[in-house]
């Protein structure tokens, strides 16, 4: 998982197929707690048209993390991730990093845990 602290971010892309360094938005996500104008940015940026690119699959985790230290149930969570893996399994995106599929699988399963209340 890439820390919110990484340059690699910068160089990453997302839905849109262009540059986008998602850190900034899930940092804010951390602080704020309007959160709804964050996610709308995240949504149109993470997937776009079925397509997800490497920021999408690097934001993964730590919007995870994010939901898991709000306690705050928002749907947007669960939705971005979910759809974040269908569009993985796409054969029209880029593949994620390797190293990437391990820790963006078990991040998809997390918060299906919270929401059931295994967590």
Not at 95 to 114: D, H, Q, V
Request: with cysteine; hydrophobic share 40%; glycine share 10%.
């Amino acid at each position: 998982m890439l820390g919110l602290d990484d340059s690699r971010w910068s160089n990453l892309t997302g839905g849109c197929r262009t540059a986008f360094a998602s850190r900034p938005l899930l940092a804010r996500l951390e602080t704020e707690h309007g959160t709804a104008v964050v996610s709308h940015e995240l949504w149109e940026e993470l997937y776009h048209q079925g397509d997800a690119g490497e920021a999408s699959y690097a934001s993964v985790p730590p919007l995870v993390r994010v939901h898991r230290k709000n306690g705050i149930i928002d749907w947007n969570r669960y939705a971005i991730a979910a759809i974040i893996e269908l569009a993985r399994n796409k054969g029209t995106i880029p593949k994620c990093r390797s190293g990437w599929k391990k820790i963006i699988l078990l991040a998809i399963r997390e918060p299906a845990e919270i929401g059931a209340g295994e967590t």
